[in-house]
Structures are given as C-alpha cells and as structure tokens.
C-alpha cells in the first residue's frame, strides 16, 4: 500500500498522502513487544543526514536519525512513547550543503506564533455526532444556499488577550446563524500561517490546524456541533501560494520542491507561488483538501485565487497556465469521485469559459463559481447619483446576459469591506436614512437574482467601520433600531428563500426567469419574474428616491398577487408604503407584456409579489 501510495504521489495522482507522510500515532512490534509511538516521514528528494529534532530528544540531532526508504527520497524513522503536543522539527542537509531546521510539511498541529515548531497530535477517534447530516447533505444545486462569511478571530474577537477557541465560537455561533436563517458558513483559512493580515490566504502548514483557535479535535467539534444544529460548514482554501518563512516550505529542500523557480515564483502578494505543474505538488495539495473533508466532515471547498491558478498571476494576456490547468482538473476529479456530496466552488475572476462545466465535456469540474463580475457592476450601479443610473443601467441588466454560462454564486464578501474599499452601507449613495433605504433594496436584489448567495459577517449590521482583522465586529450597533433592522431584513430575505421553491429550483435553467421591465431607464426601475412548477414571484425594484403612489408593473402571468415584502416596512425601519391588500391584473402592459398590475412603490423600495393559487 505505501508504494502504490507513493508511486500515486509522484505521479500527481494522490489524494490521501496524509496517511503515509507526516508524524503518525501508532503501534510497533520491536522485538517481542509492541511500543506505541510515532512513526515520522518526510518527502525531500535532494535532503541528506535527515534527524527528528524536538523536545523528546532535547533537539539533539544525533538521537533520532531517519533511514533513507526510497530511492525518490522518502525518510523514516520511529520514535517510541511520544505523546500529543510535543514540538519537533526536521533537520537536515541540504542540496547547498546547509543544515536547516524545517517544519514538517505534514503536520496535522503547529505551535502558536510566533513559535514555528511543528507538533504532535493524535487526529485518530473523534466521536462524531453527524450522521444524519453527511446522510442527507448533497451539492445543493436544487437547494437554498446561503452562506455567512466568517473570520474566526475577529467575529467575537479576542477576550482577555486571547482569542477563542473553535468550541467557545460555537457556542455563539450556531445559534446566531440559525437565527438569520443562513444555511451554511464559510470559514476564512484556517491552515496554520503566521501573519494575522494575511487572514491566513499565506500559509506555512497546509495540514495543520490553526493553533489560534485549538487544536484539531476542537475544529472537528465545531463542524460536529453545527452539522448537528444543521447548519453547513465550508472551508477557504488557497492553493495558489504559501508563505516565504524560512522554516516552512519555502526552499525545502534546497531546490524549488513546491514553488516555481523561475520568474512565476514570487505571486503578486510577495509570498511564494505553488508550481502546480509539478506532479508531486498536485498530490500534495489535492491531499490536503481532502484531508479536511475526510477528517473534519467539511461540506465544501472554495478554492481561492482560481485566476492566479488559469493565468500566470491572473493575468490573462500571459496564456493559460495548461499545467495548474491539469490540476485544477484533478482536484475537482478527485474530490467529487471520493467525496460526491461535498461541493468544490472558485473565486474567480476570469472570463475563462468553463469553470463548472462538468470535466466530461471539457470543463474545470466546479459546482459553482463566484461571480465577482455582477458584484462589481451591482456595487458600481448602486453607488451612483440616481440621476446618472439612467446612464449606467447595463450594469443592472448584463448579469443576465452571461449568468447561464456558469454556476454562479452572488457574494458581497470580506474583499469588499477592507483596504479603503468601504462598507457596503459606505459605498451608496445619499444622506443617512438614503443609504440604509438602498441597502435594504440591494440586499433584496442579491436574494431576488438567480443564483447562490454569500454574504460577509457584518454586512447584517450595516455598518460604516470596515472590517479589521485585529478588532471584533462592532456588535453595539445591534442596540440602535436603525443598524438592528438590516439584520430583521437578512433574516427574513433568507426565510422566504429558503421556502420559495420559485428562488431556487432550477435557478440556472433560462426558462425559470423572466425580464418584465428591463428598458425603463429613465425612471430606473427593474422588475422580472421567477417560476417554478406554477409558482410565480415578481420582484421589483425602484432604484431612486422618487415615490410613486400608483405605478403600472408590465406583466407575463395573470392572476392575483400578494406582496410578500417590502423593505420600506417598518421593521425594517422604512415608510410603511407597502401594498396591503392582494393586487389583481389587469389587461395591457407595456414592454410587449400582455397584462399590467398597479402597485405602489417606496422610495429606494424592492418589494416580492407572489401569485395566489
């Protein structure tokens, strides 16, 4: 088994190497006897003179020597009666003819920083509570998918110097997130990296849990726990690059073993890019992903920076990278033939075609892709003066142009609240109650459009403080009515989601969507409507202060409508001018629609109309 194994991982073809490499809790017959220890392995084709070095040994570098198994430049060793959480490193001369000290690219734990060690720990028995979940979980294509962004350190913050731990972030978690109704959460990286600004985007043990919050049974415990409140857990990966500390894989060897070593080997961001050509780096990263589904039950994977992955540092006129390509292509091979129920989503921001087109018929194998490209011309459009959007109203209508192309999913995540950017309330335009008037209306847009939806922790406050890895979220805004009120409305968006089967079935088939007023630039107005086994709902949207007491909404089915919300309601800290009684149509409509209903339509108002059986 390990040669095969071996033999897979060399070939870029593995997708459990954390079986064999790494630091392994096990038993050993020596002698007569059976000891338990742990059994160590390192991949390091050009290393020589290999050690285990760590506190077990006083870092003596002559106790513990490895023995050379393969002739591809495997090192193994055992190591009797070590226990969870000793420290240790690799030590080793290298292709230059240093010695270095290096963490173990496999290690499953890692010392807090600034520490750099790598360290023991055990991941075997966790006692699982979550059958029931991974039973019915599925990719959700013909689901509600509603995901809360989350970073783990500054959702809550740190408490007496110290953040807190993944069991104690449950605790206030889970029933939070049920509270608004989300579906899932998708948690920033939490692979162990030293730089808190990185937000763990560069790391330095891609197996290894962040040591900020615990170790890796309490990670495993909090994904039991919210699978048992039902509630999805997803993981964000980045693959493309890693950090260029010194103890970590940067130079591992002494040759470029994970990194480029040409002129694609510094990534935009300073740190080192994965030479994902490399056969044994696929494996590596392959594994790693699938180590996270296998032994910690995640429903998901975003994949980061899959631009950087197509196209040498994303950048389009370099040419497709063809071998991170075959990676990209083996990853999502991999984890939907052991893993089929766990979904494999991009943040992309290319235009490159494909990317969750099935790999049968020639495409990258994603279930959905973000689509950063309706962020950005939503979040331009809603910025404007209202007496320029007439002039930018393709901004509002060019989604639907594409969004059949591709799996879409909508975010407004943390790349849009940080680095000056502003919030979200931050970026509309017009006075104080103007701009929590166009939030409300923008969050009903992203719910009313087709497609899954992503939201950043915060974007439920409406707050104007950007977001700050190092300080909590400013929960104090939860005690003014104003700010309380965008959380009511995200709660209630994502209830009449979650029940209308018109929101989500069959959302990317063309014949679920209809445009009802797409040309009437001058007055900004949009509606369109969504379908499903004879169900009917209307959205529409006023994109200006104007009112309108009475206003004609051209129509395609006939019948009688009930208005299922209004974001200029009260509770949502409107006007009140909502329609209270059900609306019937009428016959004519303009823009070639057969039938017409009169409504009356808020300031800045996004309202849902749903058609009475």
């Known amino acids: 088994m390990a040669f095969g194994l071996l033999y897979d991982y060399l070939m870029g073809q593995c997708h459990n190497a954390y079986e064999y490499f790494g630091a392994h809790f096990l038993e050993k017959k020596v002698g007569r006897k059976k000891v338990k220890g742990v059994v160590f392995r390192l991949y390091a084709p050009m290393a020589s003179d290999v050690s285990v070095i760590g506190e077990f040994n006083n870092w003596d570098v002559t106790q513990n020597k490895m023995d050379k198994i393969d002739e591809a430049g495997v090192f193994e060793t055992f190591i009797p009666n070590l226990v969870n959480y000793q420290s240790y490193k690799f030590h080793f001369r290298n292709a230059k003819g240093e010695y270095v000290d290096k963490a173990d690219p496999f290690a499953f734990f890692s010392e807090y920083r600034p520490g750099t ?32 962004e989350i970073h783990l350190g500054s959702w809550k913050g740190m408490v007496d110097g110290r953040y807190l731990s993944y069991e104690e972030i449950a605790d206030y978690l889970i029933p939070y997130v049920k509270e608004l109704g989300f579906t899932h959460v998708e948690i920033m990286p939490i692979t162990q990296y030293p730089f808190d600004g990185s937000w763990g985007y560069q790391a330095t043990g891609f197996y290894s849990v962040d040591s900020r919050y615990g170790n890796p049974m309490q990670l495993m415990s909090f994904v039991d726990r919210l699978h048992q409140a039902g509630i999805g857990v997803i993981l964000d990966f980045a693959p493309v ?25 510094i990534s935009p961001w300073g740190s080192l890019m994965f030479d994902l ?52 292509k083996r990853l ?6 052991n893993h089929d129920t766990v979904m494999m989503i991009a943040e992309d921001s290319s235009d490159y075609g ?49 969004f059949y192309s591709e799996n879409f999913m909508l975010p407004f995540s943390h790349d849009e609240v940080v ?52 300080k909590s979220l400013p929960w104090i805004l939860k005690t003014f009515p104003i700010h309380d009120s965008i959380s009511r409305l995200l709660r209630d968006l994502n209830l009449i989601y979650r029940h209308e089967k018109a929101m989500y079935m069959e959302e990317y088939n063309p014949q679920r969507y209809n445009w009802l007023e797409v040309d009437n630039a001058d007055q900004s107005i949009f509606a369109f409507e969504r379908n499903y086994d004879g169900e009917v ?54 823009e070639n629609k057969p039938y017409h209903l009169t409504i009356k339509l808020a300031s800045f108002g996004a309202c849902i109309f749903k058609k009475i059986k």
């Open 419 to 470: 680095h000056g950017k502003g919030t979200l309330i931050n970026k509309l335009w017009g006075s104080y109650d103007e701009k929590f008037a166009q939030l409300r209306n923008l969050l009903t847009y992203q719910f009313a459009h087709p497609g899954k939806k992503l939201n950043f922790m915060g974007n439920e406050l409406g707050s104007f403080d950007e977001w700050n890895e190092n």
């Open 117 to 148: 060690c790598s360290r023991l720990f055990d991941i075997r028995n966790f006692m699982w509570h979550d059958d029931d979940w991974l039973k019915s979980r599925s990719r959700n294509f013909d689901k509600p998918l509603s995901i809360y």
């Open 537 to 590: 709902l209307v959205f529409v949207f006023n994109m200006t202060p104007n009112y309108y007491e009475y206003i004609n909404i051209p129509m395609l089915t006939k019948g009688t409508y009930e208005e299922i919300f209004n974001s200029d309601k009260d509770v949502y800290a409107g006007r009140n001018n909502y329609n209270g009684l059900p609306l019937t149509t009428e016959d004519y409509g303009y």
């Open 241 to 265: 690059h890693f950090a260029n500390d010194g103890f970590a894989l940067s130079e591992y060897d002494g040759t470029c073993l994970y990194e480029y070593s040409g002129e694609w080997r």
């Open 277 to 328: 050509g490399k056969d044994p780096v696929r494996s590596f990263l392959i594994s790693a992903m699938d180590y996270f589904v296998n032994y910690f039950h995640f429903d998901g994977i975003r994949v980061d920076a899959v631009s950087n992955i197509i196209f040498h540092n994303g950048d389009k006129s370099n040419g497709p990278n063809e071998g991170a390509i075959e990676f990209v």
């Open 354 to 402: 494909g990317v969750t087109k099935p790999l049968e018929y020639g495409g990258l194998g994603f279930d959905y892709k973000w689509d950063l490209g309706w962020m950005n011309d939503t979040l331009k459009y809603y910025s404007k003066d209202p007496i320029y959007k007439k002039y930018e109203h393709n901004k509002l209508t060019f989604s639907m142009a594409y």
């Open 332 to 337: 999502n091979g991999k984890m939907h033939i």
